[in-house]
């Protein structure tokens, strides 16, 4: 007990900032009196006093994080949090199950959007706003966001944020001190939020939409205010503008810092990610469009354009919204952009799946070996950019596509077991693994996970937690080895 009392010691300070953030749904909760505000009252009071107990209990273990610490509390972090960020929703909704309502939250900081409630247009508004207001906080990071306040607490953030962020920045300091970094991350994450939900403002949605899906688009998580999604407010100049903000969403935020940093576009050019990103959505939404006024879907090529193009990009960078229900296209299509989802985001984006980085990396060193299948003497480098790639890199990208695969192929299998049919198991962990939200079958972008049975809902939660920590963030908590001494 002893050994984990600093990680609760640092948990309970995050607990305790973590109450602060119901004050924005409280304060639109009771400027609109929307009749939500005891539910916020509640998860202040609870989630606070939570952390000062922890705190009172683990004050004596104070000491600097080693780097096992550092994976453990990320870990608490993401599996605890949700715990609080369900009383809103429990309080509301005393209909909803506890693990109806961890799911919600779980979808929530994961960035996920998948959801288990209908009627979202008739809830209050601050319900929907701390829905995806879960999104905003979760798809840059907790973990980044504690790293810029807890230095001022006395506790020190290098290890949370190795532990946290993913290849690129892991590795690389865009200032040189951490704390710094993560505040220069979240500044030009909220600034950019802030302008997507004046655009949508401006572009036809009242302040309530464009602050929910603001919120969402800059999150990539996909929850909205009503059920219908995007198709509920059939603009063509929303789309367009949630389209704009999810392809910047899906770029390196290390990229837009430096860029903003530099005030220059110059690091957008050297970022090497960005030409595939690019390259692979505008094939493909021109494919899908082209596919489906093949198959007849659509009369002609601009709207077959409009609709391909917008929920190509939505799926693509694990936002997750919908401008039609796509689950009754040709199953080639859906299918084909969930599988994008799976890696078409790039590194340091607030999106999931394997990212692009890693993609590119392995098609590199497929054709590294075809090539030396041919010239078996030949001395042949695997090369990101100028850059040329270490062997060591190679073979821990090749692991984690093993896990990720084994992730896939075993949870649904699970899923499938426990008797859901196949073809909605295998789309709802590939959606949930890769944190996109809407899967194909019975959990489609027209439907919601309320199909599923309790322990299905668990199964889902824990696919979520396990695709955005990135897989061995988790499994290493896991591993026996972990809690040896």
């Known amino acids: 007990m002893s050994a984990i009392l600093p990680v609760l010691h640092i948990f309970s300070k995050v ?45 004596r273990g104070k000491r600097e994080l080693h780097t096992r610490d550092g994976f453990l509390l990320v870990v608490m972090i993401w599996a605890l949090l949700p715990v609080f960020s369900a009383i809103p929703l429990m309080v509301y909704l005393p209909d909803l199950a506890f693990n109806e309502a961890y799911f919600e939250a779980v979808s929530g900081l994961t960035a996920t959007g998948a959801t288990v409630l209908s009627g979202l247009d008739s809830l209050p508004p601050s319900i929907n706003i701390w829905r995806t207001q879960m999104h905003w906080i979760g798809g840059m990071g907790v973990i980044v966001l504690v790293v810029a306040v807890l230095p001022m607490l006395g506790v020190g953030g290098r290890q949370l944020f190795k532990a946290e962020t993913p290849t690129p920045m892991k590795d690389s300091k865009l200032t040189p001190r951490m704390a710094e970094t993560a505040k220069g991350l979240w500044v030009v994450y909220a600034l950019i939020t802030v302008i997507c939900m004046l655009a949508l403002w401006a572009g036809g949605m009242d302040w309530i939409d464009a602050v929910v899906h603001g919120f969402s688009v800059m999150g990539l998580g996909g929850m909205s205010s009503h059920d219908a999604s995007m198709a509920y407010f059939d603009s063509l100049r929303l789309e367009m503008i949630v389209m704009f903000f999810a392809l910047v969403a899906g770029v390196s935020f290390s990229t837009h810092f430096m860029a903003f940093r530099m005030k220059s576009f110059m690091a957008y050019r050297l970022d090497a990610e960005l030409p595939w990103f690019f390259g692979v959505l505008a094939v493909s939404a021109l494919g899908l469009a082209g596919y489906l006024l093949y198959k007849g879907f659509y009369l002609d090529f601009p709207e077959a354009l409009r609709f391909a193009a917008f929920n190509t990009v939505s799926v693509a960078t694990t936002l997750g919204f919908s401008s039609t229900d796509y689950n009754v296209w040709p199953y080639f299509a859906p299918l084909w952009m969930l599988f994008l989802s799976s890696f078409a985001a790039s590194s340091g984006s607030t999106g999931g799946g394997i990212k692009m980085l890693r993609a590119v990396l392995l098609s590199k060193q497929l054709y590294r070996e075809l090539i030396k299948l041919i010239h078996p003497n030949a001395e042949i480098h695997t090369k990101i950019g100028r850059q040329a790639v270490p062997n060591k890199i190679i073979y821990a990208v090749l692991a984690f596509l093993f896990v990720y695969v084994a ?18 198991s295998f789309t709802a962990v590939v959606a949930m693994v890769n944190n996109t ?18 322990f299905q809902t668990w199964v889902c939660s824990f696919a979520m937690l396990l695709g955005r920590l990135e897989f061995f963030t988790l499994l290493v908590v896991l591993t026996p080895v972990f809690w040896r001494k």
């Open 15 to 59: 607990l305790m900032l973590f109450a602060f953030a119901f004050l924005l749904p409280l304060g639109v909760s009771i400027a609109l009196d929307d009749g939500a505000q005891l539910a916020y009252d509640e998860a202040i009071l609870i989630t606070f006093f939570s952390g000062m107990a922890l705190w009172l209990i683990s004050r």
């Open 437 to 454: 939200g809407p899967g194909l079958g019975q959990v489609g972008p027209a439907s919601t996970y309320a199909v599923l049975n309790d």
């Open 407 to 424: 992730s896939v192929v075993t949870l649904s299998f699970v899923l499938s077991a426990s008797g859901l049919d196949i073809f909605t």
